[in-house]
């Protein structure tokens, strides 16, 4: 590989093996092309060559000059090292010129996560009266009882559903499948949300996905999102998808469930990803000592 070498065919090959043979959802493949992009456009402009270390760690010195934070930094020498170890198996390079340049360091945030009272405010919030308010209901009882992605939650299909089980099947990133169980409430609501509400949203028209806006089509996450946002305001609460998910993960384990099981039901590759919940864990189990223990 040389200063000469078109990086724009390198990165569409790239992108091209991450879509086909790596399966990577549609949210990680377009992070990849933006970030990727961007560092196209600044090669181009300083003329370095892509492949010294010198170069990558040029390139990082100029995104914190622009502001960058460091997770967003942290992400973007993510995606130079995959494309560079891409092109090393495919025998275009010889050495990964980001392999020894360390991520930047980045303050760990412990997730936030809803009570359970608060998380009763939340199902309440939507109007069951109309056919979207049972819709919203649904999704919100089910992101509470399978801790979803929320693009998980808007690409299910009615044949995911296997309510006879209590289980849903759930495609996640790269397109790896798995088995999540649902509680009672959840599936309650998924049924009176698919006995009233879903055939009026429909109005005869045929759709697979389990979820659908209010023209009969697949919903949109965006859509989902301010959906679920209103609904929080109205219950006083500042509420995203993902913060379903945090509160889900966080009350499985305050209420004894290990680890790996939590993991496996999140769609974590790794484990050190759900270890974050470990922190909040001995976050509350301080306020307990604090607020029990006669000499705490």
Known sequence: ????????????????????????ARNSMESYARDLSRFETWISVSGQAPELA????????????????????????????????????ENRLSQDPAALIPLPRQWKT??????????????????????????????????YSSGLRVTELCTLETSDLLDDRGIVRVT??????RLVPVGQAALQAIRVYVGQARPALLKGRASRYLFISARGGG??????????????????????????????????????????????MLGHADISTTQVYTHVLRSRLKQTLEKHHPRA
């Open 110 to 143: 412990l997730p936030k996560a809803l009570s359970s009272s608060q998380m009763g405010s939340l199902s309440d919030s939507p109007p069951v009266a109309t056919p979207l308010g049972l819709r919203d209901r649904a999704m919100i009882e089910l992101l």
């Open 54 to 89: 010198s170069t990558v760690r040029a390139y990082l010195d100029h995104l914190m000059a622009e502001g960058l934070a460091a997770r967003s930094i942290a992400r973007h020498l993510t995606a130079l090292r995959q494309l560079y170890r891409y092109l090393i198996s």
């Open 172 to 177: 996640g990133k790269g397109n790896k499948q």
């Open 219 to 264: 919903l949109d996450r965006t859509a989902f999102f301010r959906a679920i946002r209103n609904h929080g305001l109205r219950a006083g609460l500042s509420v995203s998808p993902h913060k379903l998910r945090h509160t889900f993960a966080t009350h499985l384990l305050e209420g004894g469930a290990d680890l790996r099981s939590v993991q496996t």
């Open 1 to 24: 590989m040389s200063a000469t070498l078109a990086l724009g065919p390198a990165i569409r090959s790239f992108l091209s093996f991450c879509r086909i043979e790596k399966g990577l």
